[in-house]
């Protein structure tokens, strides 16, 4: 009787998961957000219905380990190859100014440093997810613009591994010698594995004698979990974070002639493991603690976001795209990613972080997740100024804001009509797709 009402409790949290992410891609928006708000709902917040959260954990950190090895199996290497230069050079200055900017706030709040770098690495990273679909949603995943997007969501992946590492440092309480070998060891290592495999045709690896034309079938998938978790048990036994192994794996199977087939059969296992992954994440917020904290929840809502966006739009404008772009590009990127709850839940389980401090995190990243929708109507009302590519700030500005209702975007409207007068004195220059 008792595995019945398991079994029966399993099938509906599947259920309640799968309406709510029907529900969220109707809207046009990635499932894992509905997956969120299904584990809110099913969570002690509301309904209470799931209670062993040990068990969902352990799947989820499954699913972490299984997402980061499909992640490496789906990096083009070639394609980041071409605008590797850029995009580096981005993700290197979003997270020094997210250093820089948490160094300095946690000075005046007297954060311990580990925390301050915690959160500088969480808001530094974008939701590859959500930053895809908008740039689908748009038209410009393949311009130029969305090329470079895609090149810095890939370099953001890639910073994650040593982000984990050196949290897993920090968890040591020093920076010994073998430590810091570790951390520059993990990352000579994953630069080396890149340019070999970017620069050579793909790898002929046969396994069990699976690799040649034909072979494998419904093995595939069974060898592919026995590489990802093998390759995460080594990271681990030599003292890096298993995420590190499960990526590196990834890498060489999706530079191989395995990649295919493998890819093909352990999506499903992936999909459904992050589902479990996203779910025990909406487990985790605590609507009353929302409510007590709603004005620290939203400030801080707020100030991750607009300076996300504005460290953006500035390190974009620097490195040369023009200002729509820079500002489309600075718009995409503004969410907080999904990794950060990976960040944050290496931290707390490294006793990093308290619970206030893990829960109000969350709830944070969440949130951003969830107000996605704001970023793509923000989005797509930019796209509409991509025919001119002189525009103005001003005007950009004004698109941005949108037309009317409430008093910044009647304040946006006024700005936009003085930039259109300046606008129709310049010969429009139609954009053929790069900058």
């Known amino acids: 009787m008792a595995a019945h009402s398991a079994l029966t409790e399993y099938a509906f949290v599947a259920l309640v998961a799968l309406l709510f992410g029907v529900g969220i891609a109707r809207l046009r928006q990635p499932p894992v957000v509905g997956y969120i708000i299904a584990g809110v709902v099913l969570g002690p917040s509301i309904l209470g219905i799931v209670k062993d959260q040990a068990s969902v954990a352990e799947l989820a950190e499954m699913g972490v380990l299984l997402l980061l090895f499909v992640i490496g199996m789906e990096l083009s290497?070639?394609?980041?190859?071409?605008?590797?230069?850029?995009?580096?050079?981005?993700?290197?200055?979003?997270?020094?100014?997210?250093?820089?900017?948490?160094?300095?706030?946690?000075?005046?709040?007297?954060?311990?440093?580990?925390?301050?770098?915690?959160?500088?690495?969480?808001?530094?990273?974008?939701?590859?997810?959500?930053?895809?679909?908008?740039?689908?949603?748009?038209?410009?995943?393949?311009?130029?613009?969305?090329?470079?997007?895609?090149?810095?969501?890939?370099?953001?992946?890639?910073?994650?591994?040593?982000?984990?590492?050196?949290?897993?440092?920090?968890?040591?309480?020093?920076?010994?010698?073998?430590?810091?070998?570790?951390?520059?060891?993990?990352?000579?290592?994953?630069?080396?594995?890149?340019?070999?495999?970017?620069?050579?045709?793909?790898?002929?690896l046969r396994i069990f004698g699976i690799g040649r034309e034909g072979a494998g079938g419904e093995l595939l998938p069974v060898m592919g979990l026995v590489i990802c978790f093998s390759a995460a048990s080594v990271a681990g036994a030599i003292g890096l974070t298993p995420a590190y192994g499960a990526f590196l794996a990834g890498l060489v199977i999706g530079n191989s002639n395995l990649r295919s087939g493998m890819l093909d059969s352990t999506m499903p296992i992936q999909t459904v493991l992050i589902m479990v992954?996203?779910?025990?994440?909406?487990?985790?917020?605590?609507?009353?603690?929302?409510?007590?904290?709603?004005?620290?929840?939203?400030?801080?809502?707020?100030?991750?976001?607009?300076?996300?966006?504005?460290?953006?739009?500035?390190?974009?404008?620097?490195?040369?795209?023009?200002?729509?772009?820079?500002?489309?590009?600075?718009?995409?990127?503004?969410?907080?990613?999904?990794?950060?709850?990976?960040?944050?839940?290496?931290?707390?389980?490294?006793?990093?972080?308290?619970?206030?401090?893990?829960?109000?995190?969350v709830t944070v990243t969440a949130l951003s997740l969830a107000t996605s929708p704001f970023w793509l109507a923000s989005a797509r009302r930019l796209h509409t100024i991509l025919a001119y590519r002189r525009a103005s700030f001003t005007r950009v500005l004004s698109v941005a804001l949108g037309r009317k209702g409430t008093w910044y975007a009647r304040a946006g409207v006024v700005v936009r009509n003085a930039a259109i007068g300046l606008a129709l004195r310049r010969k429009p220059a139609p954009d053929a797709g790069d900058d």
Do not use: C, Y
Not at 110 to 125: E, M
């Open 77 to 204: 290497l070639r394609a980041f190859r071409a605008i590797w230069r850029i995009a580096l050079a981005t993700v290197a200055l979003q997270i020094a100014a997210a250093v820089g900017l948490m160094l300095l706030i946690g000075e005046v709040m007297a954060w311990p440093l580990a925390s301050a770098v915690l959160l500088a690495f969480v808001v530094a990273i974008s939701s590859t997810a959500v930053a895809i679909k908008m740039l689908d949603d748009i038209g410009e995943l393949r311009t130029h613009t969305g090329r470079i997007v895609v090149g810095v969501l890939i370099g953001q992946d890639l910073a994650v591994v040593p982000m984990i590492v050196l949290i897993d440092m920090f968890a040591g309480g020093e920076f010994d010698a073998r430590g810091l070998l570790l951390l520059a060891g993990s990352l000579v290592v994953l630069a080396a594995l890149i340019l070999f495999l970017s620069g050579r045709r793909r790898l002929n």
């Open 277 to 361: 992954f996203f779910l025990s994440i909406g487990l985790l917020i605590d609507l009353r603690f929302l409510w007590l904290n709603l004005g620290t929840v939203l400030l801080l809502l707020l100030v991750v976001s607009v300076i996300k966006t504005v460290l953006n739009i500035a390190i974009l404008g620097a490195l040369g795209l023009s200002w729509p772009r820079a500002f489309l590009a600075g718009v995409v990127l503004a969410q907080v990613g999904e990794f950060s709850f990976l960040l944050t839940g290496v931290a707390a389980r490294a006793d990093l972080i308290g619970e206030p401090d893990f829960r109000m995190i």
